[in-house]
């Protein structure tokens, strides 16, 4: 029947630790307090360290308990605890050294001053535990929570991949990251306004101060979404009009999380989310297009020389070593001309040779380039037979073949490349092929296949 009273107690200790704090500080002071000859403060500092020492025995216990019933775990709550203990013999242990002393030496106040350190370190790490460590600081202007070394980590929202976002947990892996990066600042365990804790699935059922504020399968009846949709100069819209608002993907999507029966574990596929409202969360691999290199950019010397050559070159941004180069404007390029390319090979990351009289016999001079990732062939006269030698180009993702003679074997003999990433056929003997073939698989994409001839009768295509 008394079963509460252990809990109840434990309550108690947030309270019950002022008492030895005060009567300790007390204590200590008094040791350093001037002593006159006649009138010892000796009596008073004895008994501040045994009241002192009892009062920080039963804060003990009541913290004891508190950790027994409160569910903090060992590892949060063990030097706090052991602070504790320490106290209250320190406090019995200065009880017992003054009894004994006539005056108040040097050695005492050392002791003294050794009760008031553990002191402070017991009660700074019993605040944390109570108002979480980032009490005081969580307070300080930003400016000077990072000039105080503090991380402040934003929320992040929901995170999906392109690959698994059907089968993530609709409110775990995205209602709630939508109200913590909206809603937590103000609805959280420590600061609930409206008595409304939205850090949890259960504090949100709880509802706040004017109730529940979700009605499965209801939206507009459900105050978490309602309220949301308010007129900003409503004095009930949230979050307040000052504050970040939330996406219109974001609210649609608490909207459909509600309509959907607001469920703990529903994935978003079984909860009929199409693609376009997820489409903001989705992680997109930001892998470059272009090789990271270490080349220092080129001088404008070293590129009004290519310019001079007849080459059209520019940089393929703004600070990379890696150049763009294309024979637009010099058709009459071949073979013998490469050697002019000869003091920036390491720097050509794409390389348009349209339209130039360039033969296969590059192609094996092409495929040293160590930082070749764009390649255009379109409307030479390669016949495709030394394609295999392009395809060792580790950095190698576009190759355009348009109107050449390269067929689909040639193609094929593209797939031994592991970076290759997309083919361009048009107008080709290959596209023809590709056009007829059934079944066929190739490790890049190629465009130009889709393309197909109407079939007449008479056809007969002769290149
Ligand atoms: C800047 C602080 C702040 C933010 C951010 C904020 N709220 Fe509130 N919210 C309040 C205050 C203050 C109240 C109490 C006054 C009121 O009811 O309007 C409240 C009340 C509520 C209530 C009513 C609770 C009740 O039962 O009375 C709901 C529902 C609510 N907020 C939802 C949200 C949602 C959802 C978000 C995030 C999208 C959010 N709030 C963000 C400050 C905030």
Redesign the pocket.
């Known amino acids: 029947m008394l079963e509460f009273l252990g809990p109840l107690v434990g309550r108690m200790h947030p309270i019950l630790v002022h008492l030895p704090i005060g009567i300790l500080i007390f204590g200590i002071i008094l040791c350093f307090f001037p002593q006159r000859e006649k009138i010892t403060l000796l009596p008073a500092i004895r008994l501040a360290f045994l009241l002192g020492g009892i009062a920080a025995l039963c804060a003990g216990i009541s913290g004891f308990l508190q950790y027994q019933f409160e569910g903090f775990s060992w590892e949060d709550v063990q030097i706090h605890l052991f602070g504790g203990v320490l106290t209250a013999l320190g406090s019995f242990g200065l009880f017992f050294h003054f009894r004994k002393a006539e005056t108040i030496q040097l050695k005492s106040k050392v002791l003294a001053s050794g009760l008031g350190l553990i002191l402070t370190v017991t009660g700074h790490l019993g605040g944390s535990l109570t108002h979480g460590a980032s009490y005081f600081t969580e307070v300080l202007p930003p400016e000077l929570q990072s000039f105080l070394g503090i991380e402040i980590q934003p929320e992040k929202g929901p995170q999906l991949t392109e690959e698994t976002w059907e089968e993530a947990v609709l409110y775990s892996e995205v209602i709630q990251p939508i109200?913590n990066q909206?809603?937590k600042?103000?609805?959280n365990p420590r600061n609930r306004?409206?008595?409304?804790d939205?850090t949890t699935l259960k504090g949100l059922i709880s509802?706040?101060?004017?109730?529940i504020?979700l009605t499965a399968g209801d939206a507009q009846h459900s105050?978490?979404f309602a309220?949301?949709i308010l007129p900003k100069d409503d004095?009930?819209h949230?979050?307040?009009s000052e504050?970040r608002q939330?996406s219109k993907e974001e609210i649609a999507l608490i909207e459909t999380w509600i309509k959907a029966g607001g469920k703990a574990d529903q994935t978003l596929a079984e909860a009929g989310i199409s693609r376009k409202f997820i489409e903001p969360f989705i992680q997109k691999n930001e892998v470059p297009f272009y090789p990271i290199s270490q080349i220092p950019a080129i001088s404008a010397d070293s590129l009004a020389q290519l310019k001079d050559h007849g080459f059209f070159a520019e940089l393929i941004e703004s600070g990379s070593g890696l150049l763009k180069v294309t024979c637009t404007n010099y058709p009459g390029f071949k073979d013998s001309d490469w050697e002019k390319l000869a003091p920036v090979k390491n720097r050509i990351a794409y390389l348009d040779l349209s339209g130039t009289r360039v033969s296969d016999a590059l192609l094996e001079e092409i495929s040293q380039l160590p930082n070749l990732t764009v390649l255009k062939l379109n409307g030479t006269t390669i016949s495709g037979n030394s394609l295999t030698q392009v395809a060792q180009v580790p950095t190698l993702k576009l190759i355009y073949l348009n109107q050449t003679a390269v067929n689909l074997s040639h193609i094929q003999s593209l797939s031994t490349s592991k970076s290759l990433e997309k083919v361009f056929t048009f107008d080709t003997p290959a596209s023809l092929e590709i056009s007829k073939s059934e079944k066929l698989s190739l490790p890049f994409l190629v465009e130009g296949a889709s393309y197909s001839l109407p079939k007449l009768p008479s056809d007969t295509i002769v290149y």
């Open positions: 109200l909206n809603c600042s103000c609805h306004k409206g008595e409304l939205l509802g706040g101060e004017d109730g504020i105050e978490l309220r949301l004095e009930k949230m979050p307040p504050k939330p």
